[in-house]
């Protein structure tokens, strides 16, 4: 059993967070991880898509076991109160995921309004649902809803700079997240391996955590964030191979087979994206190399410099991996998923985890402490 300031100050069994993966909701993902002991996280940036994507929005109807005519405040309502219904049993701990980029701020609002107005409705969803993941753009303006909502406070971000002004708005757990993550990644590129000891030295003290994000998914890995002074880490690639995870058939088996060197980035919708290589991700990167070469010399680009057209191919393939057209397929998913052949159910890999992390950190100091 590990114990951390993370497992302590959540309530957790486990130091995992199981991270928000759009554009789908997650929310069985989400019940799994945190009936298993770690924190479930939905996402939800998704919700508006009802015109732009319709197959994300129906994903999101579904799995809120909501109807296509309600609306996005209502969807987001039934999603959440599906999660908390599904985890009164083992009392498990979740919350949102809610990118806050330009791009996507209208529906940082509207998701937060809904969130507001369900946790007013009962002490016990307060008590349960109590953490804000914010990501993918400036703290700064939700330090205040945090407050006073009570919310515990988490902050996903790619740099020392941002951290610096994660720690400026208040943010109580900083998730430093490296470039070898899956899909939404920064436009300068710095890995784990600099990134979090980085992270730790500058911003860890006794009120503000550090949790690692990009290619954990496994004990070495997980012993190695510690040993680099995390709280915790985060994994989206890893939890998205579960057996309980909502990610297509097709999508999972694409993590699972993917090879050495497997993965590339190109533009995605929220910035670049780290994508399963294969042809389709291949003429995307081509093409993003052409169209939107920021992505590739960390100088980010906006929608008005970049045609329309090379984020739609991009959406379309990822829509096609949903369906499970592996022709005109594209899987978003981290460097780690070369590590990746199998399916667990959420609670053995934690277990798993957690027990190899045990392991292997109490072996390091049989192997190299000396006296
Ligand atoms: C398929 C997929 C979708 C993702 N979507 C989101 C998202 O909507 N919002 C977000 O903040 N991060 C998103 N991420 C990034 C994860 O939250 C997490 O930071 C990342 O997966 C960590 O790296 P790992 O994949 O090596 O575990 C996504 C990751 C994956 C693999």
Redesign the pocket.
């Known amino acids: 059993m590990i114990k951390t300031r993370l497992t302590e100050l959540v309530g957790l069994k486990y130091p995992l967070i199981q991270?928000?993966?759009?554009?789908y909701p997650v929310t069985s993902l989400c019940i799994a991880a945190a009936n298993a002991g770690c924190l479930g996280l939905c996402?939800t940036?998704g919700v508006q898509s009802k015109e732009a994507e319709p197959i994300v929005y129906e994903r999101f109807c579904e799995e809120a076991h909501a109807s296509v005519d309600d609306d996005p405040v209502t969807i987001t309502k039934k999603m959440f109160r599906r999660v908390f219904e599904e985890t009164k049993e083992s009392q498990g701990i979740f919350g949102a995921?809610v990118?806050v980029s330009t791009e996507v701020l209208e529906n940082a609002r509207m998701v937060t309004q809904a969130i507001a107005e369900l946790r007013a409705e009962s002490p016990e969803m307060r008590e349960r649902f109590k953490v804000l993941?914010t990501?993918?753009g400036d703290p700064m303006p939700w330090g205040k809803y945090v407050e006073e909502q009570g919310m515990i406070w988490m902050h996903?971000f790619p740099s020392v700079r941002a951290a610096r002004r994660c720690k400026k708005a208040g943010v109580k757990v900083l998730?430093a997240?490296?470039h070898?993550?899956?899909?939404?990644t920064a436009w300068q590129p710095v890995h784990s391996m600099t990134l979090l000891p980085d992270i730790v030295e500058k911003f860890s003290d006794e009120n503000t955590l550090v949790v690692g994000?990009?290619?954990?998914?496994d004990g070495k890995s997980l012993a190695a964030a510690f040993a680099m002074g995390a709280d915790g880490v985060?994994?989206?690639?890893?939890f998205?191979a579960t057996q309980e995870s909502d990610?297509s058939k097709l999508w999972k088996q694409m993590v699972v087979d993917c090879q050495d060197g497997g993965t590339l980035v190109a533009r995605g919708f929220v910035g670049p994206a780290r994508l399963l290589r294969n042809a389709n991700s291949l003429k995307h990167a081509y093409d993003t190399a052409r169209l939107a070469p920021g992505s590739y010399v960390g100088v980010p680009d906006d929608y008005s410099t970049i045609p329309m057209d090379l984020l739609l191919y991009a959406r379309e393939c990822v829509a096609a991996c949903e369906k499970g057209d592996a022709e005109h397929a594209i899987?978003?998913?981290?460097?780690?998923a070369q590590r990746i052949t199998d399916l667990p159910t959420c609670a053995e890999l934690a277990e798993r985890i957690t027990n190899d992390a045990e392991a292997i950190l109490k072996g390091v100091a049989a192997k190299y402490v000396v006296d």
């Open positions: 991270a928000g993966m759009g554009p996402s940036y995921n990118m993941v990501s993918a996903v998730i997240s490296g070898e993550g899956g899909m939404h994000t990009g290619g954990f998914c985060q994994m989206g690639t890893r998205l990610f899987a978003g998913a981290g460097e780690c």
